[in-house]
């Protein structure tokens, strides 16, 4: 079904960042039927929000961008840090973002910390019960494995860390 959204990528490319977030979002919206796409298309387009009129980020505008993704998937998907889902690698790597800005950490040092703390957050729900429908939309008993969900969402802020940091260098 993605495949649908990735014939359109090549065309955002020149596009400026908060146009590229939005059209993605709703490229996922129309484009995709599943409970994945909905829950991504709308926090992109949320994101989008928060950063209108910019053609580049700053580390500032990223934790914004992030922050209004959980908030956003938060409350569209009914779930809450702990309660086994997406949110539990997201919702710490924002809380230790907005952390690092606000003792103003180096950029090098911020992205890695939050990149831990999407890791970190992801690998706590392997502990967990599931209290709420997933991005894998499982409805068994999944105590003593990571949330999939989680995890991918972990290892695309770890992504996105590294990338920033390798342009840092």
């Known amino acids: 079904a993605f495949s649908a959204v990735a014939a359109d990528v090549a065309a955002l490319a020149e596009l400026p960042v908060y146009v590229i977030l939005r059209n993605m979002g709703l490229l996922?919206?129309?484009?995709?039927?599943?409970d994945c796409a909905m829950l991504f298309g709308s926090s992109y387009i949320s994101a989008s929000k928060c950063i209108e009129g910019k053609d580049a980020l700053t580390c500032r505008d990223l934790y914004l961008v992030l922050d209004a993704m959980c908030r956003d998937m938060m409350a569209r998907g009914k779930t809450k840090p702990g309660d086994k889902s997406i949110i539990d690698a997201l919702h710490p790597a924002v809380t230790k973002f907005m952390i690092c800005l606000e003792i103003e950490a180096d950029e090098a040092q911020l992205l890695?910390?939050?990149?831990k703390a999407a890791l970190d957050g992801a690998l706590s729900t392997k502990e967990m019960t599931e209290k709420a429908l997933t991005?894998?939309?499982?409805?068994g008993d999944a105590t003593g494995a990571e949330d999939v969900g989680a995890y991918l969402m972990a290892l695309r802020i770890a992504c996105l860390c590294d990338y920033i940091s390798e342009k840092l260098i």
């Open 28 to 34: 996922l919206l129309g484009r995709v039927g599943s």
């Open 112 to 115: 890695q910390r939050v990149k």
């Open 135 to 139: 991005v894998d939309q499982s409805q």
